[in-house]
Each structure stands twice: as C-alpha cells, then as structure tokens.
C-alpha cells in the first residue's frame, strides 16, 4: 500500500528553521510528482511547493520563493522541505503529497495528488 509518512515539525521561535521528512513506503518516488501543502484550521490547504517528476524542477508560492527549499533523496526514498528563517505566519500543519507522474508538470491543487501523508504541525511563536 503506498504510504507517505512525515515528521520534523515542533515549536520554533521566528528566525529559526525546520526540516521536514517525507517517507514514501510501498512506492518509488521516481515517477511521481511531489508537493507540500500547508493548512491553517479554517482556512483551505494551500500548495507552497512541489516538483516535477520528468525534470526535477522545483516551484514556489511567492510567500515561500527563496525561503524553503524541496528535496528529494532517492537513495532513502525520503521528500524534504528545508525551512529557514521561520515566520509566525508560516504557522501551519504540513503536508507532503505524491502523484504518479502522467502529465508533464507538478501543480499546486489539491485534487491532482492522491497519496498524503498524515500531517506535521508547524508553529512559529516567540
């Protein structure tokens, strides 16, 4: 059964930095386009960053762009989200998502992926 498994979130105080971990079981994650979604309680969830299974290339948001960084480690099978300099307004629980590539370019809506993992809360308070 393919499964997406994160962690890495906590507390943090503004200026400090996350790194998140996605591991992906039961899939490779060749062949899939990969995202992060974010999601405030009464707000929808919002795509911050994902990349394209055929090349690799890696979008933003603009709230994120030149901040947090995607990677993905095929030796481990494992997505990351690098997140520098934290804001409190990143406060958010966080999503990795993966969907099996069968266009060329990832995107930001919520209905393309069909495998989620289960959340990370991320808070950013003094």
């Known amino acids: 059964q393919a499964q997406l498994v994160s962690s890495g979130g906590g507390l943090v105080q503004p200026g400090g930095s996350l790194r998140l971990s996605c591991v992906a079981s039961?899939?490779?994650?060749?062949?899939?386009?990969i995202a992060w979604f974010r999601q405030i309680p009464g707000t929808e969830r919002e795509g911050i960053s994902c990349?394209?299974?055929?090349?690799?290339?890696?979008y933003y948001v603009d709230s994120v762009q030149g901040r947090f960084t995607l990677s993905k480690n095929v030796a481990n099978n494992t997505v990351y989200l690098q997140m520098p300099s934290l804001r409190p307004g990143d406060t958010a629980v966080y999503y990795c998502?993966?969907?099996?590539?069968?266009?060329?370019?990832?995107?930001?809506?919520?209905?393309?992926?069909?495998?989620w993992g289960q959340g990370t809360q991320v808070t950013v308070s003094s």
């Open positions: 039961g899939f490779i994650l060749d062949g899939y386009h």
């Open positions: 998502a993966a969907h099996r590539a069968t266009f060329s370019m990832c995107d930001f809506s919520t209905n393309t992926y069909d495998i």
């Open positions: 990349m394209s299974s055929n090349n690799g290339d890696t």
